[in-house]
């Protein structure tokens, strides 16, 4: 079967940083999506990767390893608004998304 | 603000109610979705409509009934729901589905309560 794995939760300090991992076995693989979601608000996407390596963007990076079936969000200069839940979704080889259940992420002072 | 907007955003139901979500998007996507979030489980994929035709359907029961007019709006009818389909049911678009990896935007989902 088709499996996402992410932790639950997560806890981190302000100012730091955080990474968040996902790993995946998929049916065929198009492209790993990262989402942000605030609660009681619509995910919003942060991040696409389908090639190895690590895409920059601002304090936000998303880093693949297709060979390990592996990706990570990584969270710099934390900010309070920084807390939200962080979803991982591989699109498949019939270009469906398949979900992880989501790591919470709570930031503290 | 993603451009997807979705109306009620609560709503609660006896299991003999019959209700409807709607979902619009101002985004000229051809592809539209519903999906049922639960608290610590993944995204559900219930129904997908490309260019307004139906081309998904993940086993969803009967009580759920999806309707897509055109390509900018989206129903969910309710009817007859049992109580472990509360949960928040999101709606999304993107261009398409078909040939690539398109992303998807969200609304900010309806919290439905069955009682």
């Known amino acids: 079967g088709q499996n996402i794995d992410q932790p639950t939760e997560m806890t981190a300090t302000e100012g730091a940083i955080v990474q968040i991992n996902c790993t995946y076995q998929t049916s065929g693989f198009n492209g790993l999506f990262w989402y942000q979601q605030h609660a009681g608000e619509a995910p919003t996407f942060l991040s696409y990767n389908v090639l190895d390596g690590l895409e920059e963007k601002g304090r936000f990076s998303s880093f693949l390893s297709r060979s390990k079936g592996y990706s990570y969000l990584l969270l710099k200069e934390l900010q309070m608004k920084d807390s939200a839940s962080y979803l991982c979704a591989v699109m498949d080889s019939n270009y469906q998304l398949i979900w992880g259940a989501g790591t919470k992420l709570i930031i503290k002072p | 603000e993603t451009g997807v907007t979705q109306t009620p955003r609560h709503l609660v139901m006896g299991m003999t109610n019959k209700k409807s979500l709607k979902c619009e998007q101002h985004l000229g996507h051809n592809a539209m979705y519903w999906y049922k979030q639960s608290a610590k489980k993944p995204l559900e994929l219930m129904f997908v409509?490309?260019?307004?035709?139906?081309?998904e359907n993940n086993s969803v029961p009967s009580r759920f009934s999806p309707e897509c007019p055109n390509s900018s709006h989206l129903f969910l009818h309710l009817h007859t729901l049992q109580p472990e389909d509360s949960a928040l049911y999101l709606c999304a678009s993107s261009q398409d589905t078909a040939g690539g990896a398109e992303t998807q935007y969200f609304g900010p989902g309806t919290r439905l309560l069955v009682l």
């Open positions: 409509y490309n260019f307004k035709e139906q081309t």
